[in-house]
């Protein structure tokens, strides 16, 4: 296993247009959590998944954000209408307890035009 | 809403001297990871804290957690260039989701 992976890894898109990113975690992590993060800021919290199950989305998280884990493995993150201020770098990480150690993938760097 | 605040945002050392990194929480943690972050890169973890008042040391690192699980710090004694890059620390908090703290980018001068 070498590690959360995301793809793509560099994503350019047009104002108005929908997009969508994935992520692998490592294998064995029930928790995948996804953040958002601009430069010079910190990770910001998006939303978690224990299993297939959505636990917990931020209130920052408007409705044209939404995000999967339809078999409890890989997790999709898909953004519709995007507007300029999307624009950012969002982070997949996993674990495999609820409290333990984060493990995150390179990101995904979406510019949105 | 929540918030974990870092200070100071930017310190600049040279190398050999010692560099400390301050995180404060508006609320009571479960826990608090410390995460470090090259540049273009993404985070990686470097420890747990999780009891009241709990200190860890990996090295050089030295962690702490508050008594009030409200702050914790990073201490790195006698720098070096591979200690660069910008140190977050991650409370967990309300709705078991981390929250993120601001950073505080070191840049060893050699």
């Known amino acids: 296993d070498t590690g959360v992976s995301q793809n793509p890894r560099h994503k350019i898109t047009k104002r108005g247009q929908n997009v969508t990113f994935r992520c692998d975690p490592i294998s064995e992590h029930n928790r995948l959590y996804w953040y958002r993060q601009t430069l010079g800021q910190g990770p910001e919290f998006l939303t978690y998944?224990?299993?297939?199950?959505?636990?917990?989305k931020s209130r920052l998280l408007s409705d044209r954000f939404s995000a999967e884990r339809p078999k409890g493995s890989f997790s999709t993150l898909e953004i519709q209408r995007t507007e300029q201020g999307d624009s950012a770098m969002y982070l997949c990480a996993s674990s495999f307890s609820p409290r333990g150690e984060q493990f995150f993938g390179p990101g995904t760097r979406l510019t949105v035009l | 809403g929540q918030q974990v605040m870092q200070i100071p945002q930017y310190q600049h050392v040279q190398e050999g001297e010692d560099f400390t990194t301050y995180c404060n929480s508006s609320?009571?943690?479960?826990?608090i990871q410390w995460y470090k972050q090259r540049p273009g890169g993404h985070p990686v973890f470097l420890i747990q804290l999780v009891k009241s008042g709990e200190v860890k040391k990996q090295k050089r690192l030295t962690f702490q957690f508050g008594e009030a699980k409200k702050n914790s710090s990073l201490h790195i004694t006698a720098t070096q260039t591979t200690d660069v890059g910008t140190y977050f620390c991650?409370?967990?908090?309300?709705?078991?989701?981390?929250?993120f703290g601001t950073g505080t980018s070191l840049t060893v001068i050699p």
């Open positions: 998944f224990q299993n297939e199950a959505q636990l917990e």
């Open positions: 609320t009571t943690l479960s826990n």
């Open positions: 991650a409370g967990l908090g309300a709705g078991n989701q981390f929250y």
